[in-house]
Each structure stands twice: as C-alpha cells, then as structure tokens.
Nanobody, 122 residues
Framework: QVQLVESGGGLVQPGGSLRLSCTAS????????MGWYRQAPGKERDLVAS???????NYADSVKGRFTISRDNAKNMVSLQMNSLTPEDTAVYYC????????????????WGQGTQVTVSS
C-alpha cells in the first residue's frame, strides 16, 4: 500500500515562509513526476508546482519566483519552499506522485497525500 505523508503546514504572517515536505512510503517500483496542488475554500484544486525525476520543474504563474519545488529521489521525498507568502496562498496543500508499483507492469497510478493546511494571515 502506497502512502504519501505531508508535513510542514501552519499559520504564517504575510511575507513569511513555510516549507512543506511529502514522503512516499510502501512498496513500489518507481516514482515518476511529483507535485504540489492547492485548494482554497470554494475553489478547484490547482497545480502549484511539479518536478520530474530528473529535476525539471514547472510552476503556476502565481508562485513563480516565490516557491521552489525540490525532490530527494533516495528518500522518496518532495518539498516545497514557500517564500513571500500572501493571504492568497491560503489553502490546503496536497502532494501527489505518479507511481509504478510493480516491475512486471508498466501501469502508473497517481497517489495523493491527505493535505496540509497553510494559512497566511496577520
């Protein structure tokens, strides 16, 4: 059973920083793209940033220059460093990962973490 466990959310003042981390555990063959999404109340879940196994990154326009995604393939971990936070960044943040569970099948499944709340407020 594959699990993604997130940590690092919380309350921060505008202009502050937070770092989110997400670790994949369980039995699997390989992890492909990993990413962070967020969902604010009453809104859809949107991509924040993604990263390939080789380190190629993609960011939403709203976070470019403020957020940095990184991964540690040896630890099956993806992180999101968030700087210069604004109230508009308030949301539940979810990590996801595209995972191939077995070596005999090329099938990939997208897994999601349980979500971590980020609140930016003075």
């Amino acid at each position: 059973q594959v699990q993604l466990v997130e940590s690092g959310g919380g309350l921060v003042q505008p202009g502050g920083s937070l770092r989110l981390s997400c670790t994949a555990s369980g039995s699997f063959f390989a992890i492909y793209d990993m990413g962070w999404y967020r969902q604010a109340p009453g809104k859809e879940r949107d991509l924040v940033a993604s990263i390939t196994p080789g380190g190629i990154t993609n960011y939403a326009d709203s976070v470019k220059g403020r957020f940095t995604i990184s991964r540690d393939n040896a630890k099956n971990m993806v992180s999101l460093q968030m700087n210069s936070l604004t109230p508009e960044d308030t949301a539940v943040y979810y990590c996801n990962a595209e995972i191939r569970q077995g070596s005999l099948s090329s099938r990939r499944t997208v897994y999601w973490g349980q979500g971590t709340q980020v609140t930016v407020s003075s």
